[in-house]
C-alpha cells in the first residue's frame, strides 16, 4: 500500500492553537502531513512570509515524529496542484462554523473539478478552538488582551513586537 498524504494549507498569520490542533488531528489520518503556508493576495498579513513560516515552523515542530512538514509556501498556484507536487491524496481544511462553510464547499468543488483524484476532508474545530481565528488573535494583542490561551508563547512574543514595531498597540 502506498503511502497516505496529505496538505493542510493555510496563511498562518499567525498560526493558532486552533491550526495547531488540526494539524494534530490531520497527521493522525495520513502518513505525512505536509502543510504549507499561503500567500493569499486578498489578505493584508501582518506578517512577511518568512516570519509565517519560521513560525509556523517552530509551532509544528514538536508534530515531527508524526511526519508533518512545512515545505515551500503556496505561492501564485492552484491547491490541487500543490497538493499533486507533494503527491497528496487529501486536502484538510478546518471549519469552526457554518459560515466557513460555504467558502470551503465552493472551494472544495472547484478542486474536485480541476483534480478529481484529491479528495479533501473537512475538519470541524474542537470545541475548544471553534472560536479562534488569526484575526481576532491580533486584534485583541493589539488591544493590549491576553492571548496566551491562543498561540504559543513564541508566536505571543512576535506579535507583541511585530504591533510594536507598528506603533499599533495599547
Do not use: W
Not at 502506498?2 to 502518513?31: C, K
Not at 457554518?98 to 475538519?123: G, H, Q
Amino acid at each position: 500500500m502506498s503511502e497516505r498524504i496529505g496538505v493542510y494549507p493555510g496563511t498562518f498569520d499567525p498560526i493558532t492553537y486552533g491550526h495547531m490542533n488540526l494539524v494534530e488531528r490531520a497527521a493522525g489520518l495520513v502518513d505525512r502531513l505536509v502543510i504549507g503556508v499561503a500567500v493569499n493576495q486578498h489578505k493584508n498579513s501582518l506578517f512577511s512570509l518568512e516570519d509565517r513560516l519560521a513560525m509556523t515552523e517552530e509551532a509544528v515542530d514538536k508534530y515531527r515524529a508524526k511526519s508533518v512538514i512545512v515545505v515551500k509556501p503556496l505561492i501564485d498556484e492552484l491547491l490541487v496542484n500543490f497538493a499533486k507536487e507533494n503527491k497528496a491524496q487529501v486536502i484538510f481544511r478546518g471549519l469552526r462554523a457554518v459560515s466557513d462553510f460555504e467558502y470551503e464547499f465552493k472551494m472544495c468543488v472547484m478542486n474536485r473539478r480541476l483534480e478529481e483524484d484529491i479528495e479533501t476532508v473537512f475538519l470541524m474545530a474542537s470545541e475548544k478552538h471553534q472560536f479562534v481565528s488569526s484575526v481576532f488573535v491580533k486584534e485583541i494583542c493589539q488591544l493590549g488582551g491576553d492571548i496566551s490561551t491562543f498561540v504559543t508563547p513564541a508566536v505571543a512574543e512576535r506579535l507583541i513586537a511585530r504591533y510594536k514595531e507598528l506603533g499599533k498597540i495599547k
